[in-house]
């Protein structure tokens, strides 16, 4: 069975930079697999980030955006904020309209 | 504006069944695939079904197969999960989101609906 892979937790200070990855236990993700992110706070439904790679859902601001690197999807947070301190998710689509979230990344602001 | 407002939740024992109902409203329900997502109170997101704009095309998780049906009815503008043999990790908050213009994400979210599989 597909396991998508992501850091468990992530630290980064006001104003700096992260960037968050979104792996496949055996593979290399590409974007034929349209990764998409999400961020999640406590109680709240998910916030669409980022889709297809890279393009920025309506209103999210541009110091988030997406990339492949290497052989991972990833997220890339300029500038971050303490509103940023989140629970991020990425989501594969695996063809067959079946899709496999990863295990979401916890990140801290501070 | 987008609005997706899920119901049917509660509290069941394991074996027994259950029928989610998503109610869309904002925007052409026939014009969007529509989705499943659950998440275990504390936990991460899953996927657990999607069915395509006319419900020619479904699809779901291994966990579920041969026990949960998602249907839609494009009429009353609502999305479906059935729900039976149902075990005590499908306790989940249910929501259902809707397939992205990209074919390939989720745009929209409704907040949830809780289901407890218990004794």
């Known amino acids: 069975q597909t396991v998508v892979t992501q850091e468990p937790s992530f630290s980064v200070s006001p104003g700096g930079t992260v960037t968050l990855t979104c792996g496949l236990s055996?593979?290399?993700?590409?974007?034929?697999?349209?990764p998409s992110w999400y961020q999640q706070t406590p109680g709240q439904a998910p916030r669409t980030l980022i889709y297809?790679?890279?393009t920025r859902s309506s209103g999210v601001p541009d110091r988030f955006s997406g990339s492949i690197l290497g052989n991972k999807a990833a997220l890339t947070i300029t500038g971050a904020q303490a509103d940023d301190e989140s629970d991020y998710y990425c989501?594969?689509?695996?063809?067959?309209?079946?899709?496999?979230f990863g295990g979401g990344t916890k990140l801290t602001v501070l | 504006e987008v609005q997706l407002v899920e119901s049917g939740g509660g509290v069941v024992r394991p074996g027994g069944s259950l029928r989610l109902s998503c109610a869309a409203s904002?925007?052409?329900?026939?014009?969007?695939?529509m989705s499943w997502v659950r998440q275990v109170p504390g936990k991460g997101l899953e996927w657990v079904s999607g069915?395509?704009?006319?419900?020619?095309?479904?699809g779901y998780v291994d966990s579920v197969k041969g026990r949960f049906t998602i249907s839609r009815d494009n009429a009353k503008n609502s999305l479906y999960l059935q729900m039976n043999s149902l075990r005590a990790e499908d306790t989940a908050l249910y929501h259902c989101?809707?397939?992205?213009?990209?074919?390939?994400?989720?745009?929209?979210w409704g907040q949830g609906t809780l289901v407890t599989v218990s004794s």
């Open positions: 989101a809707r397939t992205g213009n990209s074919g390939y994400d989720f745009d929209y």
């Open positions: 904002g925007f052409t329900f026939d014009d969007y695939g």
């Open positions: 069915i395509n704009w006319n419900g020619g095309s479904t």
């Open positions: 055996s593979g290399s993700v590409s974007t034929t697999y349209y």
């Open positions: 297809s790679t890279n």
């Open positions: 989501v594969l689509y695996m063809g067959s309209g079946i899709w496999v």
